[in-house]
Antibody
Framework: QLQLQESGPGLVKSSETLSLTCTVS??????????WAWIRQPPGKGLEWIGS???????YYNPSLKSRVIISVDTSKKQFSLKLSSVTATDTAVYYC????????????WGQGTLVTVSS | QSALTQPPSASGSPGQSVTISCTGT?????????VSWYQQHPGKAPKLMLY???KRPPGVPDRFSGSKSGNTASLTVSGLQAEDEADYYC??????????FGTGTKVTVL
């Protein structure tokens, strides 16, 4: 059974880089055709797709965040990661990792989410 | 990319039906049949309820159905039950492996 678990600091200072990791269990992270995504939700607000990485390591980013985002994968650790640079208070959110079974497909499995607060 | 437009709220009595709309553009909903819907209870992760407009994953009751016309997709929950009270979000593929989410709708069971 697929499980996704986010981890990382819950507090990040303004202007610094937010770093999160998603650990995958119950599935191979480099198995075709799966993609792995980061999605966030500010407190009391809606969901926003941040970006995805494919089974082959290709990356795709939300145009509004593209200049600040890097998503990478560590196959040996069965993890994929998110780095968001130059954070501000508007980046405070619950960050979810998820899997989608194709480049256009639905987010079929989600992690439980982790709250990251940006402090000044 | 702009968020897809959903009504902020919808409600119905137990046993009734409620329909939520999700309006996008010719760049997303209007072009692709990759619209999915998610249910989110407070403090929980979203759960996939429908994909490719109207397909249900295993375990999702057939009370949940979906459709699309032009730039607007819809989710209908028939035979409302107390456990259906939650926030619902649509999302659409927007080309080049990008996605846009809806603004979200809070469904209240009266």
């Amino acid at each position: 059974q697929l499980q996704l678990q986010e981890s990382g600091p819950g507090l990040v200072k303004s202007s610094e880089t937010l770093s999160l990791t998603c650990t995958v269990s119950g599935a191979s992270i480099n198995s075709n055709p799966y993609y792995w995504a980061w999605i966030r939700q500010p407190p009391g607000k809606g969901l926003e797709w941040i970006g995805s990485i494919s089974y082959s390591g290709s990356t795709y980013y939300n145009p509004s965040l593209k200049s600040r985002v890097i998503i990478s994968v560590d196959t040996s650790k069965k993890q994929f990661s998110l780095k968001l640079s130059s954070v501000t208070a508007t980046d405070t959110a619950v960050y979810y990792c998820a899997r989608h079974p194709g480049s256009a497909s639905e987010f079929e499995s989600w992690g439980q989410g982790t709250l990251v607060t940006v402090s000044s | 990319q702009s968020a897809l437009t959903q009504p902020p709220s919808a409600s119905g009595s137990p046993g009734q039906s409620v329909t939520i709309s999700c309006t996008g553009t010719n760049s997303d909903v209007g072009t692709y049949n990759y619209v999915s819907w998610y249910q989110q209870h407070p403090g929980k992760a979203p759960k996939l309820m429908l994909y490719e407009v109207s397909k249900r994953p295993p375990g999702v009751p057939d009370r949940f159905s979906g459709s699309k016309s032009g730039n607007t997709a819809s989710l209908t929950v028939s035979g409302l039950q107390a456990e259906d009270e939650a926030d619902y979000y649509c999302t659409s593929y927007a080309g080049r492996t990008t996605y846009v989410f809806g603004t979200g709708t809070k469904v209240t069971v009266l």
